[in-house]
């Protein structure tokens, strides 16, 4: 089970289109691009395929969240602690559609980390990359909320985000690698995202609801070495 942050983290949300057996299509496909281009590919489908799709692929496979508990009477939660169990290699946290405490954010980083798991910590501006920085998670993922899924890439329309975002999360931490994410569309997103520093780039409709998603992750995973 690989612990390394991808370069391409594909979020299926709760999409239709990423949902039951179409998850583990979307994940094979993932997978088959991941292992012909050498590009650390990973995917976040919904927690109820989570595990399956894990059991299936030999790529980085994420939840979409988890709580901050300890194994025990928390009716509804997902403790950190069982994501080994089922072959998950981490979670990403607070992402602006299910944002959490800085407090609940510090606490699952902690028990992530513990379990040597990957944690990807979605914040909106290069400010609270900088806090979130300072907690050492695996990864900062920068997304404005705005962009989400309009097709304006951070990348292009918002350069200053990502370079500010790097610098904060490279001011507050030795080890968390930036990212970026909102809008991403096209190779020349993913190729604009890591010349501006980002190590890779968080993505959901333009893969989900693509035509063919295996070509467009392709698309994104040749423009990472451009
Ligand atoms: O988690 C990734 C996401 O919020 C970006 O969404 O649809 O703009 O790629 P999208």
Request: glycine share 6%.
């Amino acid at each position: 089970m690989s612990t390394e942050v991808p370069r391409i983290l594909v979020n299926m949300k709760a999409y239709l289109e990423a949902s039951c057996d179409r998850a583990l299509s979307l994940a094979r496909a993932a997978e088959k691009v991941s292992l012909e281009t050498g590009v650390l590919v990973g995917i976040i489908p919904d927690l109820l395929s989570a595990p399956i799709v894990a059991r299936e692929v030999d790529i980085p496979v994420l939840v979409q969240h988890v709580d901050p508990v300890e194994p025990g009477a928390f009716t509804g939660s997902i403790s950190p602690r069982f994501l080994r169990h089922y072959g998950i290699s981490g979670s990403l946290l607070n992402h602006s559609e299910r944002r959490v405490r800085l407090d609940h954010i510090a606490s699952c980083v902690r028990m992530l980390s513990e379990e040597r798991l990957v944690s990807v910590v979605c914040c909106t501006d290069p400010f609270e990359a900088g806090a979130v920085a300072s907690l050492n998670p695996s990864a900062v993922a920068v997304e404005p909320p705005d962009l989400i899924g309009t097709r304006i890439p951070v990348s292009r329309a918002r350069p200053e985000v990502v370079t500010e975002a790097v610098k904060a999360v490279r001011r507050h931490s030795d080890s968390a690698l930036p990212i970026c994410g909102a809008g991403i569309t096209t190779g020349e997103d993913v190729r604009r995202a890591i010349e501006l520093g980002s190590h890779g780039v968080l993505v959901a409709s333009a893969v989900v609801k693509a035509d063919d998603p295996e070509k467009k992750i392709r698309e994104f995973a040749s423009s990472v070495f451009d």
